[in-house]
Nanobody, 124 residues
Framework: QVQLVESGGGLVQAGGSLRLSCAASGRTFSRYSMAWFRQAPGKEREFVAVISGGGGTTNYADSVKGRFTISRDNAKNTVTLQMNSLKFEDTAVYYC?????????????????WGQGTQVTVSS
């Protein structure tokens, strides 16, 4: 059984930084892409960033490009989202997700397992 556990959320002022982590277990981690999605109150869950199984390819939503960085450590089965220059509109519950393949896109249907989410709140 695959388990994904996020950590690192919290309250931060606009312009600040947070680092989210997701620990995975139960599968050969490096064979699958990993992504972050987020869901703000009253809105649908949206794609944030994805990294390939080997870690060499990434993709970001336009809204976070240049501010967020996704990375992974396959030896530790972890994926990280470094969030800088945070804005009020980044406030959301952030979820990590395990892809169906080594490389996946922005659609939620391309991900098979999800974490429980971690709250990020940015005060203006």
């Amino acid at each position: 059984q695959v388990q994904l556990v996020e950590s690192g959320g919290g309250l931060v002022q606009a312009g600040g930084s947070l680092r989210l982590s997701c620990a995975a277990s139960g599968r050969t981690f490096s064979r699958y892409s990993m992504a972050w999605f987020r869901q703000a109150p009253g809105k649908e869950r949206e794609f944030v960033a994805v990294i390939s199984g080997g870690g060499g390819t990434t993709n970001y939503a336009d809204s976070v490009k240049g501010r967020f960085t996704i990375s992974r450590d396959n030896a530790k089965n972890t994926v990280t989202l470094q969030m800088n220059s945070l804005k009020f509109e980044d406030t959301a519950v952030y979820y990590c997700a395990l892809g169906r393949f080594a490389w996946t896109g922005t659609g939620q249907h391309e991900y098979t397992y999800w974490g429980q989410g971690t709250q990020v709140t940015v005060s203006s």
